[in-house]
T-cell receptor, first 116, second 115 residues
Framework: DTGVSQNPRHKITKRGQNVTFRCDPI?????LYWYRQTLGQGPEFLTY????????KSRLLSDRFSAERPKGSFSTLEIQRTEQGDSAMYLC??????????????FGPGTRLTVL | AQSVTQLDSQVPVFEEAPVELRCNYS??????LFWYVQYPNQGLQLLLK??????LVKGINGFEAEFNKSQTSFHLRKPSVHISDTAEYFC?????????????FGAGTRLFVKA
């Protein structure tokens, strides 16, 4: 069990550029979550997957954001036409195969995005 | 809609003193409640959670929390803190309306333990 990994750890981009982040969950965890955390705030739910199906997406997530989990393993989060307000830490978490409500979520170290 | 309010943004405390970090939530249905800790430059990790049953929940590192349904609270306590407890603590809630998987976090409480 190597934990949840995220790449890259840091990303600096210019406004208007597209960026993509990757999350590798703990092996055999079938649920995967994306959150965004800005300075001084708690993680903000963005979306989650059960296997390859995206089951819920926050209304706060604009059309510029898209997430995929094509084979039910790793996931990618893409932000198109980045804006300075997108600067934040993007967190990924996964939870075990039992899939019961209240299952512990295991968080990765996050990807820090800075939009200039 | 669910929401979580952490009543203190910062809590300074001396080493070996007791501490309570306060959390109130709002939800119209049965809830699951969590406390996570984030040490400097590390990812979030679960301290403890309440799903059902006993309202007093014990977690790692000597922390415990009590679920109070009538007051919609889930305060975190530790009888004697250590310097190493200095971290950001997040209260979180999910409920059955959202399948129990969409988790809403509070803004966090920064615990600073002084020698």
């Amino acid at each position: 069990d190597t934990g949840v990994s995220q790449n890259p750890r840091h990303k600096i981009t210019k406004r208007g550029q597209n960026v993509t982040f990757r999350c590798d969950p703990i092996s055999e965890h079938n649920r995967l979550y994306w959150y965004r955390q800005t300075l001084g705030q708690g993680p903000e739910f963005l979306t989650y997957f059960q296997n390859e199906a995206q089951l819920e997406k926050s209304r706060l997530l604009s059309d510029r954001f898209s997430a995929e989990r094509p084979k039910g393993s790793f996931s990618t989060l893409e932000i198109q036409r980045t804006e300075q307000g997108d600067s934040a830490m993007y967190l990924c978490a996964s939870s075990p195969t039992s899939g019961q409500p209240g299952d512990t979520q295991y968080f990765g170290p996050g990807t820090r995005l800075t939009v200039l | 809609a669910q929401s979580v309010t952490q009543l203190d943004s910062q809590v300074p405390v001396f080493e070996e003193a007791p501490v309570e970090l306060r959390c109130n939530y709002s939800s119209s249905v049965s809830v699951y409640l969590f406390w996570y800790v984030q040490y400097p430059n590390q990812g979030l990790q679960l301290l403890l959670k309440y799903l059902s049953g006993s309202t007093l929940v014990k977690g790692i590192n000597g922390f415990e929390a009590e679920f109070n349904k009538s007051q919609t609270s889930f305060h975190l306590r530790k009888p004697s803190v250590h310097i190493s407890d200095t971290a950001e603590y997040f209260c979180a809630v999910s409920d059955l309306l959202t399948g129990g998987f969409k988790t809403i976090f509070g803004a966090g409480t920064r615990l600073f333990v002084k020698a």
